[in-house]
């Protein structure tokens, strides 16, 4: 199955963790891939106190909030080679791509790569597809499709990311 959270509304990411979490309990392994994050968030903490749970970030600390570096387009093409890799080996159950809508919004991956590693994942692996402005052919692709819409934020009124909270 393959499951979207996508829009502009906070807790797309948080989603994703919430099913580990509950793929954990149940026994499952779980491979989180984030792409454009490299910093160390809490959830990342948390996390890796669960043996059968692999995170791996892809990013140059934090989103890329202006044109992309080579070495941004670089990491995304080596997180997509290793969930390639994750893929084919069949270990996990559930297998999150966190962020990886905005990679591709970016042009840091080609649509054709992402939409080949969909159509070509084990069918009995979980795929978790997060991020703002997925890609209709995404959508269309998916099997679950859920939009987080942003109705009030507190951000708006100047709140800061708070440790614990966003981060």
Not at 26 to 51: P, R, S, V, W
Request: proline share 2%; charged share 25%.
């Amino acid at each position: 199955m393959i499951q979207v959270y996508t829009g502009n509304g906070k807790g797309k990411t948080t989603a994703a963790l919430g099913l580990a979490l509950r793929a954990c309990g149940a026994g499952m392994k779980i491979y989180i891939c984030q792409f454009l994050k490299g910093q160390e968030y809490c959830e990342l903490l948390a996390l890796k106190k669960f043996k059968n749970i692999k995170i791996e970030q892809f990013g140059t600390g934090c989103f890329v909030r202006k044109s992309p570096t080579q070495k941004d387009i670089a990491l995304a093409k080596e997180a997509l080679r290793r969930i390639n890799e994750i893929l084919k080996g069949k270990e996990y159950g559930v297998v999150i791509l966190d962020e990886i809508n905005v990679a591709l919004s970016l042009n840091l991956l080609k649509l054709n790569d992402v939409t080949r590693l969909l159509r070509t994942a084990p069918t009995k692996i979980e795929l978790i597809l997060t991020g703002r402005n997925a890609h209709p052919q995404i959508l269309k692709l998916a099997d679950l499709v859920s939009e987080i819409k942003e109705v009030k934020h507190y951000f708006r009124k100047g709140v800061k990311a708070r440790k614990g909270i966003e981060y």
